[in-house]
Antibody, heavy 117, light 113 residues
Framework: EVQLVESGGGLIQPGGSLRLSCAAS????????MSWVRQAPGKGLECVSV???????YYADSVKGRFTISRDSSKNALYLQMNSLRAEDTAVYYC???????????WGQGTLVTVSS | DIVMTQSPDSLAVSLGERATINCKSS????????????LAWYQQKPGQPPQLLIY???TRESGVPDRFSGSGSGTDFTLTISSLQAEDVAVYYC?????????FGPGTRVDIK
């Protein structure tokens, strides 16, 4: 059974850094396309980063140069390193597993990141 | 970037009645080489992650009740709930996956009248 469990969220001051983790089970992270999707309070969904099975990475313009997606095969985990955080980065961050590289068909429960002084 | 729009923003439907949600993309999401529409529909209930309902515009995900159906092609798509149940109260999002960072519509809230 596929399971995704995010962690690492919390309250952080503007300009600070945070690393989110997504622990995966039931499949191999490095063999699949995965993403981080965020949802600001009361707002819609935004895909902020994608990593392909081959290792190519992609970022939304809103986070490019500040966020880095990565994975660790030994831990079977996905990460999102977030630097230079801004108030507008406040959101629940979900990790997602793609079906055959097309659409996300499994989601974690999310981890809340709050950027505030 | 492909911009997704949805209408209406919200709707209230009586139990057992039909609910229809529209989704429009700013450019086609129909990939000509395989004749597939790169369009998915998700349901999100409060405090929960999105749940996949429909992919390839009209293919129902395993376990999704058959009262949910998707249609459309190119730039115009529809999600229909044929007979609204209480458990269908949620926000519904369309998403294009034609581009790598698939963009979502703003969502449509469905409530019981």
């Amino acid at each position: 059974e596929v399971q995704l469990v995010e962690s690492g969220g919390g309250l952080i001051q503007p300009g600070g850094s945070l690393r989110l983790s997504c622990a995966a089970s039931g499949f191999i992270v490095s063999s699949n396309f995965m993403s981080w999707v965020r949802q600001a309070p009361g707002k819609g969904l935004e895909c902020v980063s994608v990593i392909h099975s081959g290792g190519s990475t992609y970022y939304a313009d809103s986070v490019k140069g500040r966020f880095t997606i990565s994975r660790d095969s030994s831990k079977n985990a996905l990460y999102l390193q977030m630097n230079s955080l801004r108030a507008e980065d406040t959101a629940v961050y979900y990790c997602g597993l793609y079906n055959s590289g097309y659409y996300v068909d499994h989601w974690g429960q999310g981890t809340l990141v709050t950027v505030s002084s | 970037d492909i911009v997704m729009t949805q209408s209406p923003d919200s709707l209230a439907v009586s139990l057992g009645e039909r609910a229809t949600i529209n989704c429009k993309s700013s450019q086609t999401v129909l990939y000509s080489s395989n004749n597939k529409n790169y369009l998915a529909w998700y349901q999100q209930k409060p405090g929960q992650p999105p749940q996949l309902l429909i992919y390839w515009a009209s293919t129902r995900e395993s376990g999704v009740p058959d009262r949910f159906s998707g249609s459309g092609s190119g730039t115009d798509f529809t999600l229909t709930i044929s007979s609204l149940q209480a458990e269908d109260v949620a926000v519904y999002y369309c998403q294009q996956y034609y581009t790598t960072l698939g963009t979502f519509g703003p969502g449509t809230r469905v409530d019981i009248k």
